[in-house]
């Protein structure tokens, strides 16, 4: 059994950038993939980015979000890192970190992904 506990998140003033982290506890982390999804008020949970066991621990994302976020693993520390960058009002949500078992995932559904941390909100002012 994995647990994710996310932190990082706050209030903060668009343009600013935000680093958010999950750390894992229970579980082998080197052979998980991690993703980062996220909830609007009002809106479905949409997946962010992930990155898998592959070779230099490659990122993937969602289309959308290609160019505005950064992850980034590190093994040693059992934590998962996602980089904010010019904050924007829209990015207001709740901020999940999840694990899939596949360490070869790149799934961005998040019914593949088997734990998940409780989230850290983020509140972007404009």
């Known amino acids: 059994q994995v647990q994710l506990v996310e932190s990082g998140g706050g209030l903060v003033q668009a343009g600013n950038s935000l680093r958010l982290s999950c750390a894992a506890a229970?579980?082998?982390?080197?052979?998980?993939?991690l993703g980062w999804f996220r909830q609007a008020p009002g809106k479905g949970r949409e997946f962010v980015a992930g990155?898998?066991?592959?070779?230099?621990?490659?990122?993937y994302f969602a289309d959308s979000m290609r160019g505005h976020f950064a992850t980034f693993r590190d093994d040693d520390k059992n934590t998962v890192y996602l980089y904010i960058d010019s904050l924007k009002p829209e990015d207001t949500a709740v901020y999940y970190c999840?694990?899939?078992?596949?360490?070869?995932?790149?799934?961005?559904?998040?019914?593949?992904?088997?734990?998940w941390g409780q989230g850290t909100r983020v509140i972007v002012s404009s």
């Open positions: 990155v898998n066991t592959w070779h230099r621990r490659s990122a």
């Open positions: 229970g579980g082998t982390f080197s052979t998980l993939t």
């Open positions: 999840a694990a899939d078992d596949n360490g070869n995932s790149q799934s961005q559904f998040a019914g593949d992904f088997e734990y």
